[in-house]
T-cell receptor, first 114, second 113 residues
Framework: AQSVTQPDIHITVSEGASLELRCNYSYGATPYLFWYVQSPGQGLQLLLKYFSGDTLVQGIKGFEAEFKRSQSSFNLRKPSVHWSDAAEYFC????????????FGAGTRLFVKA | EADIYQTPRYLVIGTGKKITLECSQTMGHDKMYWYQQDPGMELHLIHYSYGVNSTEKGDLSSESTVSRIRTEHFPLTLESARPSHTSQYLC????????????FGEGSWLTVV
């Protein structure tokens, strides 16, 4: 069955520290991959996406993600976290037809401590 | 990026009332979606549309209904609201020609008392 797993329900990092959020997927073929961020009371904002090509993808707000086919992973990273990065992060996968077949992970809540 | 507008952002209504959550997008996206999300929980697709006059139910059963009479407009209606309908409703859209990347509105928070 197709699925997305975000193993960490919540993560706490210190401001200025590096961040890595994990995402693993189960899919029949190489899917399209996405990371979204959701601030409290808001909708989801697209951080970055991977369709093909370079497996290291740069996104907005200083985030990047690396697609590793052998590990079926698409982990999100940021070298230095800011307090404003505290939010919920969702990984998503979709077939190359995308759309309604997009599957979202359960999310990882990021807490940033001063 | 898609510009998706949802109104109202926050709504508190009494049980049994009829409500419509409005959603409009200005990017000409062919596909539109409604997701339901309880606080701190995952997203559940409740409705989607391939285009005008096309509507389908999503993975999560919902008592709400939708319509797609115009490309840019995808309202969601609850004929008789109940406390169990209290949730956040997220409208979204995507374009087939751009990998169907889904873009979201800011959400509508519904509280039924």
């Amino acid at each position: 069955a197709q699925s997305v797993t975000q193993p960490d329900i919540h993560i706490t990092v210190s401001e200025g520290a590096s961040l890595e959020l994990r995402c693993n997927y189960s899919y029949g073929a190489t899917p399209y991959l996405f990371w979204y961020v959701q601030s409290p009371g808001q909708g989801l904002q697209l951080l970055l996406k991977y369709f093909s090509g370079d497996t290291l993808v740069q996104g907005i707000k200083g985030f990047e993600a690396e697609f590793k086919r052998s590990q079926s992973s698409f982990n999100l990273r940021k070298p230095s976290v800011h307090w404003s990065d505290a939010a919920e992060y969702f990984c998503a996968v979709a077939p190359n037809t995308g759309g309604f077949k997009t599957i979202f992970g359960a999310g990882t809540r990021l807490f940033v401590k001063a | 990026e898609a510009d998706i507008y949802q109104t109202p952002r926050y709504l508190v209504i009494g049980t049994g009332k009829k409500i419509t959550l409005e959603c409009s997008q200005t990017m000409g996206h062919d596909k539109m979606y409604w997701y339901q999300q309880d606080p701190g929980m995952e997203l559940h697709l409740i409705h989607y549309s391939y285009g005008v006059n096309s509507t389908e139910k999503g993975d999560l059963s919902s008592e709400s209904t939708v319509s797609r009479i115009r490309t840019e407009h995808f309202p969601l209606t609850l004929e008789s609201a109940r406390p169990s309908h209290t949730s956040q409703y997220l409208c979204a859209s995507s374009h087939t020609g751009s990998g169907n990347t889904i873009y979201f509105g800011e959400g509508s928070w519904l509280t039924v008392v």
